[in-house]
């Protein structure tokens, strides 16, 4: 059972919510990948263009146990186990071709134990998200989809831009490639 809030942010709304997240709680921010077990904290938010720089971590150091790592072998990297992990998913609003693209915090909010019960994560934790999302939506306006529009990203709005909510693949030309002797291809 996890709990979200959808939203707009520019680079300036941002930056307001980043000091918030950090205001009065030793908060630990880090990317959804991980090259070690070990969580390397970052000091200021990656730039576009590095891997994984839109999708980030928020881990309240001082209040919640250390997160649950696990290893993906086929990726080679490491990642948080966010069902089992007091963290809250803190998935960047973005620029895209023009566009803003939507960005969303996001919890698990309890977590199924082996035998079947449902146990709610710390009330600490509960209380946290709460505070965040409660600062989004005070600052926000809300748009017809019932997103939350932060200043920065209304006044994009007002002046023309565009906000969508995702941004999926672009299109890639495929080749194919003409083998004039199959013999070199090796038979199956």
């Given at each position: 059972m996890g709990k979200q809030v959808n939203f707009y942010m520019t680079d300036a709304d941002e930056a307001d919510f980043v000091e918030f997240v950090r205001s009065d709680r030793n908060v630990g921010i880090f990317m959804y990948a991980m090259?070690?077990?070990?969580?390397?904290?970052l000091a200021e938010l990656p730039k576009p263009g590095v891997p994984f720089w839109f999708s980030l971590w928020l881990w309240d150091r001082d209040h919640s146990p250390a997160p649950k790592i696990d290893y993906v072998p086929e990726q080679r990297y490491y990642v948080v186990e966010p069902i089992a992990s007091e963290v809250i998913e803190f998935t960047r609003s973005h620029l895209d071709e023009g566009c803003l693209v939507r960005g969303?915090?996001?919890?698990?909010?309890?977590?199924?134990?082996s035998d079947g019960t449902l146990v709610g994560k710390s009330e600490s934790f509960g209380k946290w998200f709460d505070r965040l999302a409660n600062w989004i939506k005070r600052r926000s306006v809300r748009d017809n989809r019932g997103d939350y529009v932060l200043p920065g990203a209304a006044e994009y709005a007002?002046?023309?831009?565009?906000?969508?909510?995702?941004?999926?693949?672009?299109?890639?030309?495929?080749?194919?490639?003409?083998?004039?002797?199959?013999?070199?291809?090796?038979?199956?």
């Open positions: 090259p070690t077990s070990d969580i390397p904290l969303r915090i996001w919890a698990e909010m309890a977590v199924w134990q007002r002046q023309g831009g565009r906000l969508v909510q995702a941004v999926f693949a672009k299109p890639v030309k495929h080749f194919h490639h003409e083998v004039e002797d199959d013999s070199r291809c090796p038979r199956q």
